[in-house]
């Protein structure tokens, strides 16, 4: 997918590690891997299933790459989040649920965040803990 004709840095980067997927949103990074997913597969949405793609495997790097780029990125929004569940009154066992986490770890994650915050921030976001 190309913007004003121009590919978008993913489009063009060489994806060998986590580090190489540029700064762009989950969903983003989401349809990308699934176009190598798809390639994998031989076949690419919107061709007739007699046009097969040849894939390679740069395309298994690269969607393995981009899952465990999105699985940080992923990470990284969850204690905010958590935060946005608390404030609206939802319990450690719910949010652990969602989460995919234990309680345990969900308050470990919420915690480790929250002490990377101002005070203010901080003694707001570790109230809302409990």
Do not use: F, N
Not at 14 to 21: S, Y
Not at 35 to 56: I, K, N, S
């Amino acid at each position: 997918m190309t913007s004003e004709g121009k590919p978008r840095a993913l489009d063009v980067a060489e994806l060998t590690a986590p580090g190489d997927v540029p700064s762009v949103d989950v969903v983003e990074m989401a349809h990308r891997r699934r176009r190598h997913q798809d390639r994998l597969a031989g076949t690419v949405r919107g061709l007739p299933p007699e046009e097969t793609v040849t894939a390679d495997g740069t395309d298994a790097i690269a969607a393995l790459v981009l899952g465990t780029a999105i699985t940080v990125q992923i990470g990284d929004e969850q204690p905010p989040l958590m935060c946005q569940a608390l404030q609206h009154g939802r319990t450690w066992s719910e949010i652990a649920t969602a989460a995919g986490l234990t309680v345990e770890q969900a308050r470990a994650a919420y915690t480790a965040w929250a002490d990377t915050l101002g005070d203010s921030d901080r003694a707001k976001a570790l109230g809302l803990a409990g």
